[in-house]
């Protein structure tokens, strides 16, 4: 079965400066794997994905998430925090043997700090 | 903004009746994913709907059903509703058939509270 874990329930950041979201996943083939924004009582929004191919993937908002199979991780990171930045994000797994469901972790909440 | 819309955006229905949420995918897409939200969690996966029948279930009881229509929009409807069941109820829509068939793109939601 799959499973994500997200570490850290919040976290708090200074604006401008970097910010890196953990994420470690279970799953027994190779993931497809997302990052997900979600505003204050809004939908989700993807941030980003990786299917396969380069570890390293940008997303959008100046995002990037690298995947590491040897740590089964795919963490996510930007250089330098904006206040719109503030919210809660998703790492999801998903694969076509699961009929493509995706499983998402518990999620972080970000705050920025002025 | 995604074309995935639902409605109604906020419901309140009391212990024991019934409900139907909505959800119209976006252009192009032929799946539709059902997801439920407690306060504080992640979005957990109710079922999936591709071609009008389900695709995948999660674990969730026979209250929980759902509808494909043939334009690929949806309902879920949950009867004898449940103070628990209480959530933000997403849907999600993807295109089976290409290989990134997996990226789901997510409605805005519909928050269920149940007294």
């Known amino acids: 079965a799959q499973s994500v874990t997200q570490p850290d329930i919040h976290i708090t950041v200074s604006e401008g400066a970097s910010l890196e979201l953990r994420c470690n996943y279970s799953y027994g083939a190779t993931p497809y794997l997302f990052w997900y924004v979600q505003s204050p009582g809004q939908g989700l929004q993807l941030l980003l994905k990786y299917f396969s191919g380069d570890t390293l993937v940008q997303g959008i908002k100046g995002f990037e998430a690298e995947f590491k199979r040897s740590q089964s991780s795919f963490n996510l990171r930007k250089p330098s925090v904006h206040w719109s930045d503030a919210a809660e994000y998703f790492c999801?797994?998903?694969?076509?043997?699961?009929?493509?469901?995706?499983?998402f972790g518990g999620g972080t909440r970000v705050l920025v700090k002025p | 903004e995604t074309g995935v819309t639902q409605s109604p955006t906020h419901l309140i229905k009391t212990r024991g009746q019934q409900v139907t949420l909505r959800c119209s995918s976006q252009?192009?897409?032929?799946?539709v994913s059902w997801y439920q939200q407690a306060l504080g969690q992640g979005p957990q996966f109710i079922f999936q709907y591709y071609r009008e029948e389900e695709n995948g279930r999660g674990n969730f009881p026979p209250r929980f059903s759902g509808l494909q229509f043939p334009n690929y929009s949806s309902e879920l409807n949950v009867n004898a509703l449940e103070l628990d069941d209480s959530a933000l109820y997403l849907c999600?829509?993807?295109?089976?058939?290409?290989?990134?068939?997996?990226?789901?793109?997510f409605g805005q939601g519909t928050r269920l509270t149940v007294v």
């Open positions: 252009s192009g897409h032929n799946t």
């Open positions: 999600a829509s993807s295109s089976r058939g290409q290989l990134m068939n997996t990226e789901a793109f």
């Open positions: 999801a797994v998903g694969a076509r043997a699961a009929g493509n469901k995706l499983t």
